[in-house]
């Protein structure tokens, strides 16, 4: 925890040798005012200090965001991530950071997360006689390698008569972007597709 000018000022003359050459504090010494400007650069290089406990992750890190970036190299789906919200940023360079890989229904759902995004996974299991039951989807091969991703669509708003104006779209949503770091990561046996679902806000 950094300190205030005034406490390292404190420090430093409790520092001095003991006797009346130095007087304490509120004497107006001349050794008390030769030690302000050292205790304010202290106090400032403390609080510098605790600010760079921040940096040290991609999530929280301001001064060195574009370190993180820079290390990472180009973003492997071709975002400008300079155009990018600060958080958006910190979000990717967090998850690209820590990333391991993986290929399990668990790892994906982890890695949207890490993106802010929330996602379930539909998979397919082949049908099989004496384990189907009635009104089950019957799924054929090559179905089974087919996994679908289902991804709410940001601020959906739907203008409604009485309450949307003149000038309102009559629909607008947020797409996210985590489609393409899927793509990328899936196994390459497999196929996968995006169901994307509308909160159905209104205007």
């Excluded at 091969?141 to 679908?148: A, G, I, T």
């Excluded at 104006?165 to 770091?181: K, N, P, W």
Aim: proline content about 7%; some cysteine; overall charge negative.
């Amino acid at each position: 925890m950094s300190r205030s000018a005034e406490d390292a000022h404190k420090e430093l003359m409790s520092l001095m040798p003991p006797g009346w050459i130095w007087p304490r504090p509120g004497d107006g010494s001349l050794i008390g005012a030769l030690l302000a400007a050292p205790a304010t650069l202290f106090a400032e290089i403390e609080a510098v200090a605790e600010e760079m406990m921040d940096e040290v992750d991609p999530r929280t890190a301001s001064y060195c965001l574009t370190d993180f970036e820079r290390v990472l190299g180009p973003d492997p789906c071709g975002r400008d991530v300079s155009t990018l919200p600060k958080s958006d940023r910190q979000q990717l360079a967090h998850q690209r950071w820590t990333a391991r890989g993986g290929q399990s229904t668990p790892y994906f759902i982890d890695y949207a997360a890490k993106r802010g995004v929330t996602i379930t996974i539909d998979e397919f299991t082949l049908t099989r006689a004496g384990r189907a039951r009635a009104g089950d989807r019957v799924v054929n091969h090559p179905e089974q390698f087919l996994w679908r991703v289902n991804v709410p669509l940001g601020n959906w708003r739907i203008a409604r008569a009485g309450r949307a104006v003149a000038g309102d779209r009559t629909y607008q949503f947020a797409l996210s972007d985590i489609e393409c770091d899927i793509r990328r990561l899936k196994p390459t046996h497999t196929e996968v597709t995006f169901n994307y679902l509308p909160d159905g806000s209104e205007i």
